[in-house]
């Protein structure tokens, strides 16, 4: 399973019986998966998202955004509980080739996604019990 270090942003190819949450990256020793959302943005978000084959739920947000300061400490909270993903977070503000390709057009808006490929998208703050039954109909356990 290739596997992008959310630190250097090699690729690491991980054995399939070697979890995410117990490896560390070949080129700079450091975890590859992280108990905290990972910061993406325009520079870095193509070079991680499509080239790990672990679903990465990002979060996009903006400063400006109630709701989504809101949700912030329960995205934050599951991101340490779920060891089969990785959560991302992206600043809108900040990213605004990938909110134009990505059509964000209400925040926070969630994309749940499997290297190219969208495997779900939802608008709005959500509570925990929300995220993880959504996650869960997407197919992720924690």
Known sequence: MI???PNCLKKNNLPTDVPISQAQCGQCDKDLWSS???HLNDDNFMLFVPNTEVPVFVDFWAEWCGPCKAMAPTFE???AQYK???FAKVNTEEAPRLSQFFQIRSIPSLILFKQTTQLGRVAGAMNAQQLQSWLQQHGVQA
């Open 3 to 5: 596997v992008v270090c």
């Open 36 to 38: 905290t959302p990972i």
């Open 77 to 79: 909270r599951l991101a």
């Open 84 to 86: 089969t993903i990785q």
